[in-house]
Protein backbone atom coordinates (compact mmCIF):
# COMPACT_ATOMS: atom_id res chain seq x y z
CA UNK A 1 0.00 0.00 0.00
CA UNK A 2 1.17 2.98 -0.85
CA UNK A 3 1.52 6.05 1.71
CA UNK A 4 -1.10 8.13 -0.07
CA UNK A 5 -3.65 5.48 0.07
CA UNK A 6 -3.58 5.50 3.88
CA UNK A 7 -3.17 9.17 4.12
CA UNK A 8 -6.67 9.29 2.61
CA UNK A 9 -8.25 6.08 4.23
CA UNK A 10 -7.04 7.97 7.74
CA UNK A 11 -8.23 11.22 6.65
CA UNK A 12 -11.58 9.95 5.28
CA UNK A 13 -11.95 8.18 8.68
CA UNK A 14 -11.14 11.25 10.32
CA UNK A 15 -13.53 13.80 8.73
CA UNK A 16 -16.20 10.88 9.19
CA UNK A 17 -15.91 10.84 13.38
CA UNK A 18 -15.20 14.48 13.08
CA UNK A 19 -18.89 14.68 11.23
CA UNK A 20 -20.18 12.30 13.68
CA UNK A 21 -18.99 13.88 16.87
CA UNK A 22 -19.65 17.82 15.74
CA UNK A 23 -23.36 16.67 14.30
CA UNK A 24 -22.54 17.72 10.92
CA UNK A 25 -24.22 15.81 8.06
CA UNK A 26 -21.79 13.42 6.26
CA UNK A 27 -20.58 14.40 2.83
CA UNK A 28 -21.33 10.92 1.50
CA UNK A 29 -24.09 8.54 1.34
CA UNK A 30 -24.99 7.15 5.14
CA UNK A 31 -26.25 4.38 4.24
CA UNK A 32 -24.27 1.21 3.22
CA UNK A 33 -26.41 0.42 0.06
CA UNK A 34 -25.35 4.08 -0.80
CA UNK A 35 -21.80 3.59 -0.39
CA UNK A 36 -22.26 0.32 -2.18
CA UNK A 37 -23.62 2.21 -4.86
CA UNK A 38 -20.68 4.25 -4.77
CA UNK A 39 -17.84 1.43 -5.20
CA UNK A 40 -19.78 -0.03 -7.55
CA UNK A 41 -20.42 3.04 -9.83
CA UNK A 42 -16.58 3.82 -9.70
CA UNK A 43 -15.35 -0.20 -10.53
CA UNK A 44 -17.64 -0.07 -13.69
CA UNK A 45 -15.78 3.51 -14.77
CA UNK A 46 -12.42 2.09 -14.08
CA UNK A 47 -13.13 -1.20 -15.91
CA UNK A 48 -14.81 0.67 -18.82
CA UNK A 49 -11.48 2.59 -18.83
CA UNK A 50 -9.36 -0.33 -19.23
CA UNK A 51 -11.22 -1.89 -21.77
CA UNK A 52 -11.36 1.35 -23.85
CA UNK A 53 -7.46 1.72 -23.53
CA UNK A 54 -6.94 -1.85 -24.62
CA UNK A 55 -9.23 -2.12 -27.35
CA UNK A 56 -8.31 0.58 -29.85
CA UNK A 57 -10.90 2.29 -32.03
CA UNK A 58 -10.91 0.44 -35.14
CA UNK A 59 -12.28 3.00 -37.54
CA UNK A 60 -10.55 6.06 -36.10
CA UNK A 61 -9.49 6.97 -39.46
CA UNK A 62 -13.54 7.48 -40.83
CA UNK A 63 -13.84 9.61 -37.92
CA UNK A 64 -14.23 13.59 -38.90
CA UNK A 65 -12.86 15.03 -35.88
CA UNK A 66 -14.25 18.79 -34.78
CA UNK A 67 -13.87 19.87 -38.50
CA UNK A 68 -15.82 17.39 -39.99
CA UNK A 69 -13.16 16.52 -42.95
CA UNK A 70 -12.27 12.71 -43.28
CA UNK A 71 -9.34 10.95 -44.86
CA UNK A 72 -10.89 11.10 -48.39
CA UNK A 73 -11.90 15.18 -48.21
CA UNK A 74 -8.53 15.90 -46.48
CA UNK A 75 -6.12 16.98 -49.29
Given at each position: MSW??????????????????????????PMLVGASLVVAMTSGYLLADNFIAAHPAQHR?????PSGDTKETRT
Open positions: KFCVGLLLGLAIGLGCRWLGIPVPAPHDCGG
